[in-house]
């Protein structure tokens, strides 16, 4: 969810023709609240079309993971009692 887990950006980029990367930072939000991972996608679009869609490849989208490394508490075993007969 852009705003609460980070800060959802729209870049208008141009590649020069022997340009083969771009950096984009995408701000993640952190807090001490223990949540789920989150995913979400990032997506190149071809703004120079008409109707500005998706551009097509498979490097057009990409899937990020936000892990979430707040404590969601804590674990625990039972104490249990072992008896051995000794014979």
Request: glycine share 4%.
């Amino acid at each position: 969810m852009p705003d609460g887990d980070y800060k959802d950006i729209n870049v208008r980029a141009k590649m020069d023709q022997n340009e083969v990367e771009k950096v984009f930072e995408i701000l993640i939000v952190d807090n001490d609240e223990w949540e789920p991972d989150l995913d979400f996608l990032v997506e190149i679009y071809d703004c120079e079309s008409p109707k500005q869609e998706r551009m097509i490849g498979d490097d057009t989208q990409c899937r990020v993971t936000i892990l979430d490394e707040d404590i969601p508490g804590t674990l625990g075993f039972e104490m249990t009692d072992v008896r051995v007969n000794r014979n």
